[in-house]
């Protein structure tokens, strides 16, 4: 039976009416960017808005993305490896359909990931023009898989220059990642830089024309 997706794992969030541009999180992104770090780990627990700015900042810089949001099926690597093969096929003419033969056989060694991953990574050199991201999102469901944590790695070593990735995640870095974050091409953006500042509270209560000051900042305390 052929694999089927779920479209929507691998559709771009809405970008709600409440949305604003968060100036400090979006010049970390920009500067860390420019220094071409591979990977950007943005890190924080729930509701602090971390999917949405992102969303937001690549909307803005109207860049080429790939999205996949990961649940717990994502921790079989089969399952994985062909969501990540189809979320650049889904956007990028001439990706061989021979890559799915792959998926027809247990890919328990890491000669057969390496090979997959090379072969993917070598379609994307070829084949990207651009600067482009790809963004896992919901990563703290797939983190302690560690063949999925290994098939990541050779990703970030393999893929061409100009495919950056951007990892969302309610949990710490995983220390699979360390060599990344050592040899300076990862850049963890702690929970603390997603605060809301004053000025971007103001602006969300001027959407929701709210003009209580005392409620105003009793909402901000709290949602810092």
Do not use: H
Request: aromatic share 14%; proline share 5%.
């Amino acid at each position: 039976m052929p694999f089927r997706i779920i479209e929507k794992k691998l559709k771009e969030p809405a970008i709600p009416f409440l949305c604003i541009s968060r100036k400090r999180i979006f010049s970390a992104f920009n500067s860390e960017l420019a220094k071409n770090k591979k990977i950007l780990f943005v890190k924080s627990i729930s509701g602090y808005g971390k999917t949405i700015a992102v969303r937001k900042f690549f909307l803005d810089n109207q860049s080429t993305l790939f999205w996949y949001s990961l649940d717990d099926w994502d921790k079989d690597p089969v399952t994985f490896l062909n969501y990540l093969y189809q979320v650049f096929k889904k956007k990028i003419p001439g990706i061989p359909d021979k890559l799915e033969e792959y998926f027809s056989q247990p890919l328990n060694s890491d000669s057969l990931l390496k090979s997959f991953i090379g072969q993917l990574s070598n379609e994307l050199e070829a084949r990207l023009k651009e600067n482009s991201f790809l963004i896992l999102d919901n990563f703290q469901e797939i983190q302690n898989e560690e063949v999925i944590l290994k098939i990541i790695s050779f990703l970030f070593s393999y893929c061409p220059d100009n495919l950056k990735i951007i990892i969302l995640s309610n949990s710490s870095l995983p220390k699979a990642f360390y060599p990344f974050y050592l040899k300076q091409e990862l850049y963890e953006l702690e929970q603390d830089f997603l605060f809301l500042e004053e000025d971007e509270a103001t602006e969300i209560f001027d959407k929701l024309n709210l003009d209580n000051p005392q409620l105003q900042q009793e909402l901000l305390k709290a949602s810092n």
